[in-house]
């Protein structure tokens, strides 16, 4: 059974700063997402990572997955206070029926302040 | 284009009551997951639907059981409400491989 794990759950950061939050997931999972979720607010789509070594950014936010390491990254460079929100991973084991369901992480708490 | 949305935004019920939720998926997408995320939690899998059919199931009691209709609109049913069931209820639509994208919940508060 997939388990995804994420650190840290908590980060304090200055504007300014780099940092990056690591997901690692258990089993096979050869997709990844990362969604970031405002207080009260649904998911927002960020990353979709469909095979290894792929690489996507939007902004100050770049995602990486290595399956072979089953773990993937989200990089942030150069914080702002925009950014603060809680950024979740979730694997997505792919078996032969096609979709399956998002198995998520606890979340990373991100708070940049000025 | 709408995306995903779901009603009501907010609903508070009381132990032993029944709810229902319901979804409407982005226009194209046929398969529909129900998550529930307990405050300060990840979204945990309910189960999800794809041409009318429960395809998979998390964790999850028979009090939860749902529907998917012609239209590929979904409904969440909850029976005999517990306290703990209080959480943000999240419907995702999908065309069958492609990301999911997640409508904006529905907060359920059991007294």
Redesign the interface.
Known sequence: ELKVEQNPLFLSMQEGKNYTIYCNYSTTSDRL?W?RQDP??????LF?LLSNGAVKQEGRLMASLDTKARLSTLHITAAVHDLSATY?C?GEP?TQ???????????TKLTVNP | DAGVTQSPTHLIKTRGQQVTLRCSPKSGHDTVSWYQQALGQGPQFIFQYYEEEERQRGNFPDRFSGHQFPNYSSELNVNALLLGDSALYLCASSPGLAGKRFGPGTRLTVL
């Open positions: 997402y969604y009260g607010k649904s998911l927002e789509s979709v979740f979730a792919i029926g096609g979709s399956e369901k998002l198995v998520f992480g606890k979340g």
